[in-house]
């Protein structure tokens, strides 16, 4: 009975997460969490940009193939076409590459050839997720990193702003990821910014009758208008996507997309769909409910697709493999 009951619990668990665990390194390397925090703390505290950053390169570098470090290797001569080097990858933080390739040099001091690049990212944005004021959840260890990367794999796993709902459940249900799950881990989009590319649509020549979407808040979309003006010419433009607390982890992304406030198209879905908008208002309406939701969804897209023992290496350095592939 006793064996049964083990055997069934061992088959609930996703087979490549069954080992990790949040104690991974607790011998060999100790001070792992410590230097995480403190590189997470002064980074933060520098350049405020960062939480949201990292938060969007760990959920670009999951959803794509795993969350493998494959979105930290630079391409060259042996690997032409890495993922970092796809379209949708081009926008991701600067910050973010670099506080965790700092970590990593950090760690190979201390632990030579004990940590992952994935453990790192994993770790860090849900210390820096816990440092805007969102909330905790246990990080499990022992990913191992990618031994590929391929820029081309990224079109077909990343949900993009100008697809239909149904395109985004499915991108989502692909990852066994729950309507649910969507929209809580969706809730990112409380902290960071969009560049106006991303949304120019919405608020320039937008129909033959009207200059702007009609579902965005008209003063909104003035504001819009105003800061991003110039964006052929300066790409770099760009604005908050939660104008009312744009450096806090809140709920109130939820609460922007039914008043119109919502940056993208697909936010604006979110709040309109029948199958998301009742979640959406739950959320608005009660922070703790989408807490407690977001920090499940996100140790799910943590352990998603990780490698571990054979299936992956320690890399010396994040941005290239130990050996060039074969
Ligand atoms: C419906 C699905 C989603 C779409 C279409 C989408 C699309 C986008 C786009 C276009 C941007 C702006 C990028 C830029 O201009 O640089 C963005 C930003 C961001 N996204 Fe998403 N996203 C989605 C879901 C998610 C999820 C699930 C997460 C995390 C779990 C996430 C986290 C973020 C964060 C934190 C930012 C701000 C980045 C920064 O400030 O550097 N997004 N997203």
Redesign the pocket.
């Known amino acids: 009975m006793a064996f049964a009951v083990l055997f069934l619990l061992f088959l609930s668990v996703p087979f490549s997460s069954a080992k990790l665990n949040p104690d991974y390194y607790s011998a060999t390397c100790p001070d792992f969490a410590k230097i995480v925090r403190d590189q997470v703390f002064t980074k933060q505290s520098v350049v405020p940009?960062t939480?949201?950053?990292v938060?969007?390169l760990?959920?670009h570098d999951c959803?794509t193939d795993g969350c493998d470090a494959s979105i930290f290797i630079s391409s060259n001569a042996y690997t032409p076409h890495a993922e970092r080097d796809a379209d949708l990858n081009l926008?991701?933080?600067g910050d973010?590459f670099d506080l965790v390739i700092k970590i990593k040099n950090l760690l190979e001091l201390t632990c030579p050839g004990v940590v992952s690049c994935s453990d790192i990212i994993a770790q860090a944005t849900r210390d820096l997720i816990k440092m805007v004021g969102g909330p905790y959840f246990p990080v499990r260890l022992g990913r191992k990193d990618s031994l590929n990367s391929d820029a081309s794999k990224v079109p077909a796993s990343?949900?993009?702003?100008t697809?239909t709902m149904d395109d985004?459940i499915n991108?989502?249900a692909a990852r066994k990821f729950t309507v649910r799950e969507?929209v809580a881990?969706?809730?990112?989009?409380t902290?960071?910014?969009?560049?106006c590319?991303?949304f120019a649509n919405r608020i320039f020549n937008f129909s033959p009758t009207s200059q702007v979407d009609p579902t965005l808040h008209p003063k909104f979309a003035e504001g819009l208008r105003h800061v991003c003006w110039n964006y052929t010419k300066d790409p770099s433009m760009?604005a908050f996507?939660d104008p009312r607390s744009p450096s806090k982890f809140d709920n109130a992304y939820f609460g922007n997309v039914l008043k119109g406030l919502g940056l993208?198209r697909?936010?604006y879905l979110?709040g309109a769909d029948p199958r998301t908008r009742p979640i959406v208002e739950e959320y608005a309406k009660n922070e703790q409910a989408f807490f407690r939701d977001f920090a499940k969804?996100?140790e799910k897209?943590a352990v998603l697709g990780v490698k571990t023992g054979n299936a992956g290496e320690i890399r010396s350095r994040c941005d290239q493999f130990n050996h060039i592939p074969a």
């Open positions: 940009a939480a949201a950053g938060l969007r760990f959920f959803i926008s991701l933080s973010a990343l949900p993009t702003p697809m985004i991108k989502f969507m881990l969706t809730g990112a989009h902290i960071g910014f969009t560049h590319k991303e760009s996507n993208l697909s936010d979110l969804a996100m897209l």
